[in-house]
């Protein structure tokens, strides 16, 4: 079962920062938080992780409270082609059967001009 | 990074057949996971497939339906057996490099069942 909560959609001004929230109230202390994406028609990209340090790449930031029960992740000028809907999972680590994702309902970003 | 590839991108099928689908990955990894998205939906883990092992399938899902095959580190297939219209999906295959700490998708497979 997903062990995050996310808002269905979001809107976000073209230029503008897009901050995607995430709840995690469950999720234990060896568990990463990964973002991923799904542009229509197109199979998952990998945004960002962490695990509770505050992380940045070329893409985004992530927010990762000090209690690890939220996170949020940032895409600092949204641009058309960030439309898709973003997933905020959490990564069991079982050893022996690998790293399984388990995929919540996701948010919507519509980015407008 | 994982460059998978799967066969086919898309197919129409009668209810009652079934459907291999191939994934392809251009390097040698440990564990590969097969996915259903639903129209609209989520994706949903079906199983994890381990080479030279039987694969490991989530709750709801049985190996009599969506039987798997791991030959080698780079190669997997899925079977969706005695289709129904209610497997129409999409079918994604995934690959988890933990030297990387990323999960790589292929482009997936749309299924529609008629």
């Known amino acids: 079962d997903a062990k995050t909560t996310q808002p269905p959609s979001m809107d976000c001004a073209e230029g503008r920062a897009a901050n995607l929230p995430c709840n995690h109230s469950?999720?234990?202390?060896?568990?990463?938080v990964y973002w991923y994406r799904q542009i229509h028609s197109q199979g998952p990209q990998y945004i960002i992780h962490g695990l509770k340090n505050n992380e940045t790449n070329e893409m985004a930031s992530l927010i990762i409270t000090e209690d690890r029960k939220s996170s949020t992740l940032i895409l600092p000028h949204a641009t058309l082609r960030d439309t898709a809907v973003y997933y905020c999972?959490?990564?069991?680590?079982?050893f022996g059967t690998g790293n399984q994702f388990y995929f919540g309902t996701g948010t919507s970003l519509t980015v407008i001009p | 990074s994982a460059v998978i590839s799967q066969k086919p991108s898309r197919d129409i099928c009668q209810r009652g057949t079934s459907l291999t689908i191939q994934c392809q990955v251009d390097s040698q990894v440990t564990m590969m996971f097969w996915y259903r998205q639903q129209p609209g939906q989520s994706l949903t883990l079906i199983a994890t497939?381990?080479?030279?092992?039987?694969?490991?399938?989530e709750s709801g899902f049985v190996i009599d339906k969506f039987p798997i095959s791991r030959p080698n580190l780079t190669f997997s297939t899925l079977t969706v057996s005695n289709m129904s219209p209610e497997d129409s999906s999409i079918y994604l295959c995934s690959v988890d490099d933990t030297m990387n700490t990323e999960a790589f998708f292929g482009q997936g497979t749309r299924l529609t069942v008629v």
């Open positions: 469950t999720i234990s202390g060896n568990e990463y």
């Open positions: 497939a381990n080479q030279g092992s039987e694969a490991t399938y």
């Open positions: 999972i959490v990564r069991v680590v079982n």
